[in-house]
Each structure stands twice: as C-alpha cells, then as structure tokens.
C-alpha cells in the first residue's frame, strides 16, 4: 500500500522483500534482445545525430575529423565498446550485476552513456540512475548525458526536478541526496529504477550508502579507475589500526563482490597501461624530490627536535611526514617546494610559460601559503607578466571556487593569452587545493601536478595521478594563429611531472621505475645559496643536535592490550590456511548443511594439543571490536564474507532493517537511531526501559534519544530488538 498525497510514494506499510517486488515491473524485460542488440562505434553517435553519414562533410573523407570535432559526434573507441558487449555477454549469462575497471581519462560516462542506450532501447530498463558521490559531478554527468543522448532521452538531476523526476529516463543525484535519513525509503519504490549505475563505486557505495544501492532492484553496473590488484599486498591486520591502505582494500574487496565480482575479476578491466599501450593516456614523468627536512619526515626516525615541556625543561620530540602542516611547520621547506618546482616544471610548447599545474596541499592554510609563495616567486621571476594571478587558492573556503575549476579547464581563469593573445590557455598557470580537484576533473592540457602532501588514500593517489594522464593537442582549437599552428604542427602532449615531494610513489609502488631525480638546493649549510642561485637566500633555520651521552633513562612496563602480539595477528591466518583446504568443510558447505559444518570444525580443530585453536582465540585474532560468531569466522575463511564487520557497522546494518519495516516519520530518525544503538549496546539503558525507571534516564547519557521519541517508537525498538537481534555479538 502506498500513500500518494505528498507528491512522491511513502510507504505506510512494511517493506516485502526486494525478491517480491520483481513482478511489479509494469514492461516485460527481453535480456535476449539486450544480448543481441547490435552494437557499433557509432551507438551513440546515431542518437546524437542519426543522418550524420548523409552529410557532405563526412561523405567527404577530409573533412570528416573536423566535421566530428565541430558537431561534438563521440563515437566509442575500440575498448568502450569492447565494455559494453562484454556486459551483454554478462547478460546472456544472467547475471545482473557487473563491474567496469577503467583508468582515469578511458571515458567511463561516454561507457555508461552507451550501456544506458542500450538498456533503454532493448525495453529493459525504463529509468535509469545513476549516483555519484560529489556534488561537482552530478553537473557534469547531466551535461555528459545530455550531450551524448539528446534528443532520444531525458536526463535530470534529482534534486532539481524533485517533482517530476518520473518524466525523465536518467535521474542523476549524489549518493548522499538519497541516503541522508534513508530518504530512498520514504521517497522511492524498489522498482523505480531499472538500472542504478554508481560512479566511483567503491567510495559512492561505501558505508552506508550501500543501501541505497542495494535498495532497489534490477540491474547494477559500478565503474571504478581504482583497481583491486593496487592493493594485494597490504596486511588485513592493519585494518584496526586504521591503515587507509587496508581500509581502501576493504571498501574495494566489498566492491567486487557487491558487483558479482567475487573472483577478483571485473566484468571489464582497461588500466592505465592499456590506455598508454594503445595511444589514449599518457604515463607521468615522477620527479622524486626530497629535501633534508622531508627526508627526515619519511624516516622511521623522523625528525627529531629539543622542545621545552610544559615545566620548562628540554626534552625530544620527533616529527613524521603525517605532522607535516599539522604539528610540523616549516617555513623553508615550503619555500624550496616552491622554487623547485619552479625550476623544474614543464613548460608550455606554444607560450614557453610555466604549464598548466596542480598543487595539492595538506590544509587550506598551506594552501594559502603556498599559493602566497608561488606568486612571490613567480613576480621575481617573470616581472610585470602576472598580477598576483600566477597561483590562486582553490579550496572550499575560497568564493566561487567550483566556478574556478571550471575556468581552469576551459582556459579563462585569471583570464586568457598573456603571451600570445592568439593563444587560448589560462592567464593563471597554477591552482593550489586540497582535495577538490582529485575525482571527475576533465582538464587535458594540464603539465604539472605537484604532490606536497603526504598521501595515504590509494584510491585518491590513483585520482590525484589520473588528472594528468589524458592527451592533448597543445595547437589544435585553442590556437587561433593558424600560420603559427601551421609551422609548429600538432604538438601532442607525450607526459606530464608528477613532482612528489613525500615519496608517495615509493609508499605506493615499492618497484616504481622513477624517471627523473632531481637535486634540491641544499638547506642549512652555511657555504651554500638555499635557493641554488635562482632567488634571494633564505635565512639559515639552524640544525638540532644532540651532544650528550646516551644512557637508560627509564624502564616501562608495557601490558599487551586486546590486540595482541603479532603473533597472536598470524594465528588467525593459519587457522584460516587449515580450514579453507579441509575437504570436508568444503563437500558439507555444498549441501547448505551450517549446523554440520559448524560442528564439524568446532570438533576437529578446537582445543587440540597442537595448534589449541579455539573461538575466544580465533576472536582476539581477527581483531574486531565485537563478538564474531564461529558461522561468521568460517563464511571469511571461505571467502563468503570480505570481511568482519565492526560493531558500528553491524548496528547500522541493524537498524536499517528496523527502518525498513517501521519507517518513522524523519523527524524522529535521529532520535530513533540512537536509541536504538543505545538500547543494543547500553545494559543499562536496556534496564532502566524494560523496568520503567524512567528518571534514572537523567543520569543515563543516552537517555535524551528516548524521550524525543513518540509512544510507538519508544515500545517498537525494544520490541523489535528483543525479536530479531543477538545482542550477543555486540559484547567486546
């Protein structure tokens, strides 16, 4: 039942399962006519203009580059196309979920531009959405859609046409639009869409936004440039202690099997090597440079410093790369960032200026910084060319900075031409941000990305690279000096300087073949120019040195925590070698018979002489802040599972099902949710409701959830729990 006054439906009534609603479809879905659809490098571009072959400039073969150029025809290269049928074949095999790895710059919305067609010409999807996970991207997604499938299909963004999204074939929203209060539930039917493609994946499903994905049914295609392999070799047992690395192998693991994907193997896999390898992306030149200071950060001793305590009295602290711009401030490194890449930079092959650039830094303070230092240098260097305009600040604190990543790309920022007026590319050459130019930004003629950062996040390593990978004709339209383009011929760009100032290729490719070392200017040697003759020296910081002999100065008692020792981590991992060869759990598993398997390795290898495995072990090993249960250790040892989940991931897990059958007026969800954690994981909450001593809820720091609820709510959570949930597993 559904209630149809307020615009959109809101269920009023419990869920049935996402199984029940497949016969709600109102069209019949034909996988055999999308298996058999015939497919071409011009799919799409028979939708952007179906008589194009009729057109003299086509028919006339030295015209036709132009005339593609001009009319903005996209037709799919050969591996685009290769994704799509690779997806048909999928189909064929029924399955319905599908994964495409592809490099940044391989052109995944013009892919999934093409999958949409293909779903929504075969009658097998009659809505498509497709979720991103920035704000930024669901503008260019429209504007990408539209351009590739005007005037045959509608495209709107979400939020803009909340009222008549149903007049659309392709609903654009970030993932957040959609999961905030899990509005997909109040807002939504399960069967709204037919095809929900999610950009970025394993970041735009990561967390709590899997539901939505989940939600509804049909077919789910995820497309991602960060692939699996990147991270085979990190340590799963550092996922508790918070290793990005672990924790980006977690969400990728999740992925591929979200996806179908379980074996690892995507649906369709085009790297970045494949996009070099076939003449459509170009691979970084790495300048690895380090200055003392950096190299000191990056040491497992880091740098170490006498400070004065809070009493006055000298003591060692020591710095790592993680401080730098937080707790480590410096000045002079900054400083010869600045002027090595100055010196080092790749120049503009028509206007010899410094080339389109890139810096990320670690805050928006260093941001400013820098861009202050830059456009310092850059006044000194090339006196009179730019007004302070060199560098500008793009971070989310800055005016109009969305506006401002635009007009990088579209070569107006700071305005255009300041060599040769005839020359369309930015007055500014260098934009310093954070993290605001990592994901989904098209600028192609960029030379320069400067990492002055350490970076943990693989998948943002991948992005932040990715900027620069794409290819670009420095004199084709943006040089309206045809003599001039004329004489210098195509000038295609063949590279581009990664400059990494933190060894985060080195942290991220241990066999990384580095192309280029540069020597920086020496620091704090008084026979030496700081700035290698190129500006004024700087002033001397001076060295810590530390002169006194080396003795015991105390002894510590350390008590091995929960975590254990490293040894205590393996044992989980040769319990798991065991049991994933074990024949017999293998043959019972096939039968679905858990209650034997279960038995079966609880009776063979607990509490024997001489591994003495048993499950408060096996629980201690794995590292998780919860009670697993035995199913739940064998399901990850036999791949079932990615991973353990914790308890706050079990608990949303948890009350996403309560959500889904009580669906509580949104005014109440907060209040809701808490409670309901609180009620799970407090005891003495639990008493303090199931014996009705309600002023006690004025001590109790969970309380205030209880009393902003309604009477219903107050008597179904606990209802609800008592029924359907082991509190068991919640317990440390």
């Not at 479809?25 to 799919?43: G, K, M």
Request: aromatic residues 12%; negative net charge.
């Amino acid at each position: 039942m559904w209630d149809l006054e307020r615009g959109n439906p809101q269920p009023i009534q419990t869920f049935p399962t996402t199984d029940s609603f497949k016969h709600l479809n109102a069209f019949h879905a034909d996988p055999q006519r999308l298996a058999n659809e015939p497919l071409d490098v011009d799919y799409i571009a028979l939708t952007q203009r179906p008589d194009y072959q009729a057109d003299p400039r086509w028919i006339y073969e030295a015209q036709r580059e132009r005339f593609k150029r001009e009319s903005g025809l996209r037709f799919l290269r050969d591996y685009q196309l290769k994704a799509v049928k690779k997806l048909q074949e999928a189909v064929a095999d029924g399955k319905d979920r599908f994964l495409f790895e592809m490099a940044t710059g391989t052109g995944k919305t013009l892919t999934s531009a093409a999958v949409v067609k293909l779903f929504l010409r075969t009658g097998n999807a009659r809505r498509v959405l497709f979720l991103v996970d920035r704000l930024e991207l669901e503008n260019q997604a429209k504007k990408d859609f539209d351009k590739y499938l005007k005037p045959d299909y509608i495209t709107v963004i979400y939020k803009e046409k909340r009222d008549d999204w149903r007049k659309a074939e392709v609903v654009v929203s970030t993932v957040q639009s959609f999961s905030h209060h899990n509005k997909y539930k109040r807002l939504f039917r399960p069967d709204d869409f037919d095809l929900v493609i999610s950009d970025e994946a394993h970041r735009s499903i990561g967390g709590n936004s899997r539901a939505v994905f989940d939600y509804f049914v049909g077919y789910k295609l995820g497309l991602t440039a960060t692939p699996k392999d990147y991270l085979k070799k990190v340590n799963t047992a550092k996922l508790q202690q918070r290793d990005p690395r672990e924790l980006e192998r977690r969400m990728l693991l999740d992925t591929y099997t979200t996806f179908g994907c379980e074996n690892g193997i995507p649906t369709f896999r085009f790297s970045l090597l494949d996009g070099v390898k076939a003449g459509y992306l170009v691979n970084p030149t790495v300048v690895d440079a380090r200055t003392s200071i950096t190299t000191q950060l990056l040491s497992e001793e880091g740098y170490a410093v006498l400070v004065e305590d809070k009493d006055g009295n000298e003591t060692e602290a020591s710095f790592v790369h993680r401080d730098f711009e937080k707790k480590f401030f410096s000045e002079t490194t900054n400083y010869v960032f600045c002027e090595t890449f100055l010196k080092n930079a790749l120049r503009d092959p028509v206007s010899g200026e410094v080339g389109k650039t890139i810096i990320f830094c670690v805050s928006q303070n260093h941001a400013a910084r820098v861009t202050q230092l830059l456009n310092e240098q850059a006044h000194r260097l090339f006196p009179g060319r730019y007004r302070s305009d060199f560098a500008v600040q793009v971070t989310s604190n800055v005016t109009d900075a969305q506006q401002m990543t635009i007009n990088f790309a579209n070569n107006q920022l700071g305005g255009s031409g300041n060599y040769n007026p005839d020359y369309r590319t930015s007055r500014t050459r260098v934009c310093v941000t954070v993290g605001m130019m990592t994901t989904g930004y098209d600028c192609p003629d960029l030379l320069n990305l400067c990492l002055m950062r350490p970076v943990f996040s693989p998948s943002e390593f991948v992005q932040m690279k990715g900027r620069g990978t794409r290819k670009h004709n420095f004199t084709g339209d943006t040089l309206a000096d045809r003599t001039l383009a004329n004489q210098l011929g195509d000038v295609e760009k063949t590279t581009f300087k990664l400059f990494d100032f933190f060894a985060n290729c080195e942290y991220f490719e241990e066999k990384f073949n580095y192309d280029e070392v540069i020597k920086l200017p020496a620091i704090n040697k008084p026979d030496a120019d700081p700035t290698g003759g190129l500006l004024t020296p700087l002033p001397d910081v001076g060295a810590y040195e530390n002169e006194s002999t080396d003795r015991i100065h105390t002894v510590q008692e350390q008590i091995v925590g929960l975590d254990g020792m490293k040894i205590d981590r393996m044992y989980f991992d040769q319990f798991e070698e065991r049991v994933k060869q074990d024949p017999v759990v293998q043959n019972t598993l096939q039968t679905g018979d858990w209650d034997t398997v279960l038995a079966y390795v609880a009776d063979t290898y607990f509490d024997k002489p001489a591994e003495f495995y048993n499950l408060d072990k096996l629980r201690r090993a794995a590292q998780v802040d919860r009670r697993i249960s035995l199913r739940e250790i064998v399901e990850k040892v036999l791949g079932l599972i990615p991973y353990f989940k914790s308890k706050e991931e079990l608990l949303e897990d948890e009350f996403d099902k309560f959500d889904s059958r009580y669906l509580p007026n949104e005014e109440y969800f907060t209040a809701a949710k808490n409670f309901f954690k609180s009620y799970v994981t407090d005891g003495d909450l639990r008493e303090i409701i199931e014996t009705r001593k309600y002023s006690l809820l004025n001590t109790n720091p969970n309380g205030d959830s209880f009393r902003h609820l309604p009477p219903e709510l107050r008597k179904q959570i606990p209802e609800y729990i008592k029924d359907n949930i082991s509190l068991n597993q919640f317990m440390a």
